[in-house]
T-cell receptor, first 112, second 113 residues
């Protein structure tokens, strides 16, 4: 079936270092979303990418969608302790009515 | 404030018992979802419902049942047939207008003793 692979599973960084998580699908996606789950919390929507090659920024976070719409990345510049949590990508194969397929997530820890 | 309410937050059960997790939303969303989260496994879809009185199996429906008698409510029953029910259960909803974005509840953590 359809699968979204996400790496790395864990990432430990020193505060101020950059962080990147990657998602890859074997088939073309309609769009991809990113969610953040704080420790003990629930996933919260961050952003949706729809267009081929799209790049979006939210302060220190940069989201990219590949030209072939099969891969995506989330990059955090100069991590802060507030960035701690698990970041999930979620691929959509079926347009506005499609179900999301979640990656397994990347758990980020930030050492002050 | 609009949102999704899940209850209970923590639940303990003995083996062989059925338990029902509640999910209520006041977002006027049409679609509702149940996910299971295990460490390192991401979110796996159990059941979903796009309209009242209709629901579909997700990837891991075995040992679970749902109902959708009201638009606002989508309870999940974890039956004794579920072999490994200890997990964190997340309910989510989505409106059909606008972006295909999920809003999640705070989750219910089930532990089987």
């Amino acid at each position: 079936g359809q699968q979204v692979m996400q790496i790395p599973q864990y990432q430990h960084v020193q505060e101020g270092e950059d962080f990147t998580t990657y998602c890859n699908s074997s088939t073309t996606l309609s769009n991809i979303q990113w969610y953040k789950q704080r420790p003990g919390g629930h996933p919260v929507f961050l952003i949706q990418l729809v267009k081929s090659g799209e790049v979006k920024k939210q302060k220190r976070l940069t989201f990219q969608f590949g030209e072939a719409k099969k891969n995506s990345s989330l990059h955090i510049t100069a991590t802060q302790t507030t960035d701690v949590g698990t970041y999930f990508c979620a691929g959509n194969y079926g347009g506005s009515q499609g179900n999301l397929i979640f990656g397994k997530g990347t758990k980020l820890s930030v050492k002050p | 404030d609009g949102g999704i309410t899940q209850s209970p937050k923590y639940l303990f059960r003995k083996e062989g018992q059925n338990v029902t997790l509640s999910c209520e939303q006041n977002l006027n969303h049409d679609a509702m979802y149940w996910y299971r989260q295990d460490p390192g496994q991401g979110l796996r879809l159990i059941y979903y419902s796009q309209i009242v009185n209709d629901f579909q199996k997700g990837d891991i429906a075995e040992g679970y049942s749902v109902s959708r008698e009201k638009k606002e409510s989508f309870p999940l029953t974890v039956t004794s047939a579920q072999k490994n029910p200890t997990a964190f259960y997340l309910c989510a909803s989505k409106g059909f207008a606008g972006a295909n974005v999920l809003t999640f509840g705070a989750g219910s953590r089930l532990t089987v003793l």
